[in-house]
C-alpha cells in the first residue's frame, strides 16, 4: 500500500518557497491518496474521545484562492474529508478560508478577504514556516499538512486524535435576514484545571458554494467550494478551570449569488495563534 502512495507522489512539485503550489497532473489522485492512508493509518490507533465520549473533534483549515490554479484539488480534498469523514474517532471540521493576495492576477475571489489573509500570515509566524502560500492546511491550529505526503499526514491526525479536547457546545443559532444578515446564538465550554486560558472564537461560513471563474490561472473553471468562511469573530475568552457561556451576535454582508444555509463553528484556541482545544459545528438553514 506504501509502494503504491509513493508512486502516486512521484513527480509532484509542492513546497512552501513559492505562492502558487505546483501539483502536478497527479495531484488529484495524491488528494485521494491521502485520504485514503488516513482511514487506514490512523485506525491502527483506536479511536480517542474529548471529555464528553464522543469523536474528537479536529479543526482543518484550508487557505485557498479562486485564482490559484493549484488550489481546485485541495478543495475537493476538503470536501471528501468533510464528507467522507476518513479518520475514525474523529470529527474533521473543515473551514475552507481564502485568501485576497491571489486578486492581482485576473480573478477577484469574491470570498477572499485581507483578515484571512492575515490569519494565515499569523500561523506562518507563530510555526515558524518560511511563507505562506496556497493551497496550505493547518490542523488544529499547531501543524502545517503537507497534500504530497501521505505518512505524514497519517502522523498529524493520529496525534491530534489522541489529544483531548475541551467540550464546547453551540446551544442556539439563528440567522435573520440578508441584507445584511444577522447571525446569532449561544456558546458553552468547559474547562478543566490542566487547560490554560484561551479564547473563543465563532466562524460563520457558506454551507456550498459554486463559482464559474471567468478569467485568471482558473479561466473557464466550475469550482465548487464548502464551509466558505466569511467572518471569523474573537466573543470571549475561557479562563483556566471555568466554564463559559456567551452570546454572539454576527453582522455578515452575503455575497449576491448565494442561496447556501450557514454553518456555525464554535472553537477555543490560545493565543499565537496556538493549538486549538476544542470545536463545535452547527448548520442553520437560510429562509427561502
Known sequence: ?????????????????????????????VCFAVLIC???SVALTGN???ATGTAAPI????FTSEGCSSCPPADVTLEKMDSLQPVPGAQLIVLSEHVDYWNHDGWTDPYSSASITSRQNSYVRALGLKTA???????????????NDPAQASQIFQKAVSVSKVPVRITSATIEGNKPAIVQGTIEAESGPEQHSADVYVAVALDHVESQVSDGENRGRHLVHVAVVLEITKVGKLQKGKSFRQDFRVKLNLPH???SDIRIVAFIQETGPGQVLGASLRKVEMKR
Open 38 to 40: 488516513m482511514g487506514s
Open 257 to 259: 449569488t448565494s442561496s
Open 59 to 62: 479543526l482543518v483549515e484550508l
Open 133 to 147: 502560500y496556497t493551497p496550505q492546511i493547518f490542523i488544529d491550529g499547531t501543524a502545517e499538512l503537507r497534500l
Open 1 to 29: 500500500m506504501k509502494t503504491s502512495f509513493i508512486q502516486l507522489i512521484t513527480g509532484t512539485n509542492t513546497t512552501a518557497e513559492s505562492v502558487s503550489v505546483r501539483m502536478g497532473k497527479h495531484s488529484l489522485r
Open 48 to 50: 480517542h474521545a474529548t
